[in-house]
């Protein structure tokens, strides 16, 4: 890490550290949503700062089970798909049945026990376990969705995938020898900076970038356009 990085990125005595908290659309490769912290924040506190949107699924990993978060996207109209704390206190509401062939073992409607859970997520979850044989593995999801089949709830949480690959692929591509700056923001516009310049495949240096986008701001020209000079590819627009 870069020095000065300890006044807000102290994570063990003599080891600075940030933690990269991300939200990818499925719908295309480019983080929609980054937080950064130092690396003793919880996960969950990134959930505080997520852009929610009526209708959207949003598929996390156990780290971000906080029942009082998850009941704050609820009555935002939007929908989560997680895995179950292992410790999780719960009772059956009902069951519906499933067909074992496609890997689901049970699909049922539950109420949190305990009264912390209660009081933090008062409505019915719906709990699915799923065995995948590939991996020899069972895993056990909760939504707050009640519409979709359980196998397509499964198959979502699966496109999860996604955010792993983006890290693997940030780990090892993304090279950052030298933080410009060490503040918070200074931090999250070179990581930024450092993305587009990735995914692009620009020459231009970071320094570069950044100047460019200074000047462009306010602009509506699209990054694309702004940083290669070239016109944006319009999908909605046929060949002439």
């Known amino acids: 890490m870069a020095e000065g990085l300890q006044r ?3 994570f063990r005595k003599h080891k600075d550290a940030i933690k990269l908290h991300t939200l ?6 480019i983080p929609c949503f980054i937080r950064i912290s130092s690396g003793k924040v919880h996960d969950v506190n990134a959930m505080d ?13 156990r780290g971000y089970v906080d029942y009082g978060r998850l009941y704050a996207l609820n009555q935002s109209k939007a929908f989560f798909i997680t895995r179950a704390k292992r410790n999780m206190n719960w009772r059956r509401l009902s069951s519906t049945p499933v067909d074992k062939l496609t890997g689901l073992r049970s699909d049922s409607r539950i109420m949190l026990n305990g009264d912390k859970a209660k009081k933090d997520y008062p ?27 359980a196998l397509t709830i499964a198959q979502l949480y699966k496109a999860r995938w996604r955010v792993e690959l983006f890290f693997k692929w940030l780990k090892q591509n993304l090279r ?21 310049k990735k995914q692009l495949a620009l020459d231009r240096s970071l320094s570069e970038i950044l100047q460019i986008l200074s000047l462009t701001l306010f602009e509506k020209t699209p990054v694309f356009t702004v940083l290669t000079d070239q016109i944006a590819p319009n999908p909605e627009q046929g060949e002439i």
């Open 8 to 10: 807000w990125a102290k």
């Open 176 to 196: 950052i020898k030298t933080f410009y700056g060490t503040s918070p923001n200074a931090v999250k516009t070179q990581i930024w900076i450092a993305i587009i």
């Open 123 to 149: 409505q019915s979850l719906r709990r699915i376990t799923y065995y995948d044989a590939k991996i020899s593995k069972r895993f056990v999801f909760l939504t707050n969705n009640f519409t979709l089949p």
């Open 49 to 61: 700062d997520l852009p929610l949107e009526p209708g959207a699924f949003y598929v996390m990993d």
């Open 24 to 29: 990818i659309d499925l719908r295309g490769s």
